[in-house]
């Protein structure tokens, strides 16, 4: 391997090791914020109990979301200095953003939120876990402007070598960033309510606070379900976005070769990358046109022509990303996101009228779910940057441009190897902790509080 590959290497281990706790600590911020308003308004110890083990598990995520990415902003300057000095001006400005007013708010609040408990007022401390979670989803929407720009760039000039922002409303605007937030928004919360549904699971399948954790079990089907469609929604969305903008991305993750009218949604193709062609493709009839222009006769572009324009275009070079990692991480996305719904809508069916199922296997198989989300999410996030190449930035830069030009494989090949290994220990840390405080279960003082007032207001 080259500096380039072990740099791409490095990147995509960080980001996608990093992605892992994202989406849990969005969701779980908007439910936790959701049971403590249930438990003011109510007044009901079972949700205060709720909100004080759910948030337990939150903040775990949370801090450990918090180291892994601090170490992925310093690949920037590490490997990739030569993109920074050419787009600093522009992808750093939604950064700086995220940093001053994002996570700014979202841990502030958060720490007001874990020592006030006996110290605020009710409705204040409501409040600040409210102003984390809403914190925790600015921050998230920054940081998608900034990628969105690389996938999407606008409001910027090139002078003097380098991309200049010229309006950061345009970047904060983006059409890619509209339809690729809510895409990852209700995305993260199917990864959280997958994840409740999941430890809920295991309290039932252990007959643990049966009734707490039916109400859990419950709120997080429901949450799921509605969190599938919300998902299923912004990704055609995504994908129409995705055609017009990135018309060879749509193209790779079909594995459509010449441009086509009536195009079918592909199942299942054995290709050939060298000739440009299937030999075997299985398909859903119109099923691509649909997805990708809201019309059963839409016209696709293939990869054939899109090369061919690419080339005339930008000049001579390979503009095919990876053909069948695209295609294949694009329908794994699908399919497991697909199965999360699935598993959702069962356990509405199999929980209505407060029943619960007899048998151990649901609960092993929602125990089992709380892995689906985790899938579809890092799938879809290599999809999303693989599926890019060969541009770090689209139209704009390569990404063999983009690599510091004073990086050594030696020292790549070595922080690659620590960071992985400092990963895993970090991996093996948070599971370690999440399992110890999801044994120990609900925090029992809860209960005390609620019936000597004066004590926590």
Same mark, same amino acid.
């Given at each position: 391997?080259?500096?380039?590959?072990l740099?791409?290497?490095?990147f995509?281990?960080?980001?996608?090791?990093?992605?892992?706790f994202?989406?849990?600590?969005?969701?779980?911020?908007?439910?936790?914020?959701?049971?403590? =308003?249930?438990w003011?308004?109510?007044?009901?110890?079972?949700?205060l109990k709720?909100?004080?083990?759910?948030?337990?598990?939150?903040?775990?995520?949370?801090?450990?979301?918090?180291?892994?990415?601090?170490v992925?902003?310093?690949?920037?300057?590490?490997? #990739?200095?030569?993109?920074?000095?050419?787009?600093?001006?522009?992808?750093?400005?939604?950064?700086?953003?995220?940093?001053?007013?994002?996570f700014?708010l979202?841990?502030?609040?958060?720490?007001?939120?874990?020592?006030? #408990?006996?110290? *605020?007022?009710?409705?204040?401390?409501?409040?600040?876990i409210w102003?984390?979670?809403?914190?925790?989803?600015?921050?998230?929407y920054?940081?998608?402007?900034?990628?969105?720009w690389?996938?999407?760039?606008?409001?910027?000039?090139i002078?003097?070598?380098?991309?200049?922002?010229?309006?950061?409303w345009?970047v904060?605007?983006?059409? =890619?960033?509209?339809?690729?937030?809510?895409?990852?928004?209700?995305?993260?919360?199917?990864?959280?309510a997958?994840?409740v549904l999941?430890?809920?699971a295991w309290?039932?399948?252990?007959?643990?606070?049966?009734?707490?954790?039916?109400?859990?079990?419950?709120?997080?089907?429901?949450?799921?379900?509605?969190?599938?469609v919300?998902?299923?929604?912004?990704?055609?969305?995504?994908?129409?976005?995705?055609?017009?903008?990135?018309?060879?991305?749509?193209?790779?993750?079909?594995?459509?070769?010449?441009?086509? =009218?009536?195009?079918?949604?592909?199942?299942?193709?054995?290709?050939?990358?060298?000739?440009?062609?299937?030999?075997?493709?299985?398909q859903?009839?119109?099923?691509?046109?649909l997805?990708?222009?809201?019309?059963?006769d839409g016209?696709?572009?293939?990869?054939?022509?899109i090369?061919?324009?690419?080339?005339?275009?930008?000049?001579?070079?390979?503009?095919r990303?990876?053909?069948?990692?695209?295609?294949w991480?694009?329908?794994?996305?699908?399919?497991?996101?697909?199965l999360?719904? *699935?598993?959702?809508?069962?356990?509405? #069916? *199999?929980t209505?009228?407060?029943?619960?199922?007899?048998?151990?296997w649901?609960?092993?198989?929602?125990?089992?779910?709380?892995?689906?989300?985790?899938l579809?999410?890092?799938?879809?996030?290599?999809?999303?940057?693989?599926?890019?190449?060969?541009?770090?930035?689209?139209?704009?830069?390569?990404?063999?441009?983009?690599?510091?030009?004073?990086?050594?494989?030696?020292?790549?090949?070595?922080?690659?190897?620590?960071f992985?290994?400092?990963?895993a220990?970090?991996?093996a840390?948070?599971?370690?902790?999440?399992i110890k405080?999801i044994?120990i279960?609900?925090?029992?003082?809860?209960?005390?509080?609620?019936?000597v007032?004066?004590?926590?207001?």
């Amino acid at each position: 391997m080259d500096v380039l590959d072990l740099s791409r290497w490095q990147f995509g281990v960080t980001t996608v090791y990093h992605f892992l706790f994202v989406p849990l600590t969005i969701g779980l911020s908007i439910i936790v914020a959701g049971l403590q =308003t249930a438990w003011h308004r109510t007044g009901r110890p079972e949700y205060l109990k709720l909100t004080r083990f759910w948030g337990r598990l939150f903040l775990i995520n949370f801090a450990m979301g918090v180291v892994t990415g601090i170490v992925q902003e310093f690949q920037f300057g590490m490997n #990739w200095s030569a993109y920074s000095r050419f787009v600093g001006d522009v992808f750093g400005a939604p950064l700086a953003m995220e940093g001053l007013l994002a996570f700014f708010l979202e841990s502030t609040f958060l720490g007001l939120w874990i020592f006030g #408990w006996d110290r *605020l007022p009710r409705r204040v401390h409501l409040a600040t876990i409210w102003l984390a979670a809403i914190g925790t989803n600015i921050s998230a929407y920054f940081i998608l402007a900034a990628n969105s720009w690389m996938q999407h760039p606008v409001g910027y000039r090139i002078a003097g070598g380098r991309a200049e922002l010229t309006d950061i409303w345009a970047v904060l605007t983006n059409s =890619t960033t509209l339809v690729t937030f809510p895409h990852v928004i209700f995305g993260a919360f199917l990864t959280a309510a997958a994840f409740v549904l999941g430890v809920s699971a295991w309290f039932l399948l252990h007959k643990r606070d049966q009734p707490l954790f039916r109400t859990s079990a419950r709120m997080a089907l429901v949450v799921a379900l509605v969190s599938a469609v919300g998902v299923a929604f912004s990704g055609h969305w995504q994908a129409q976005i995705m055609t017009e903008q990135q018309p060879m991305k749509m193209a790779a993750a079909e594995a459509l070769w010449e441009d086509e =009218t009536s195009a079918g949604f592909s199942l299942f193709a054995i290709g050939d990358v060298e000739n440009g062609r299937n030999h075997v493709n299985l398909q859903i009839p119109y099923g691509l046109s649909l997805l990708a222009t809201n019309s059963l006769d839409g016209k696709v572009e293939g990869i054939n022509d899109i090369q061919a324009r690419y080339q005339a275009l930008y000049g001579p070079g390979d503009y095919r990303p990876v053909v069948g990692l695209a295609y294949w991480s694009f329908r794994l996305m699908i399919g497991f996101g697909a199965l999360s719904a *699935l598993l959702a809508a069962a356990g509405l #069916w *199999l929980t209505r009228r407060g029943r619960l199922p007899s048998g151990r296997w649901a609960y092993r198989l929602a125990i089992a779910g709380i892995g689906l989300p985790f899938l579809a999410n890092t799938l879809g996030w290599i999809f999303t940057e693989m599926g890019r190449q060969p541009w770090t930035v689209f139209g704009i830069m390569r990404t063999a441009a983009a690599v510091s030009p004073t990086a050594d494989v030696t020292s790549v090949a070595i922080t690659l190897a620590g960071f992985t290994l400092v990963y895993a220990v970090l991996a093996a840390i948070e599971v370690r902790l999440l399992i110890k405080f999801i044994r120990i279960g609900p925090d029992e003082q809860a209960e005390q509080e609620t019936s000597v007032p004066a004590l926590s207001y």
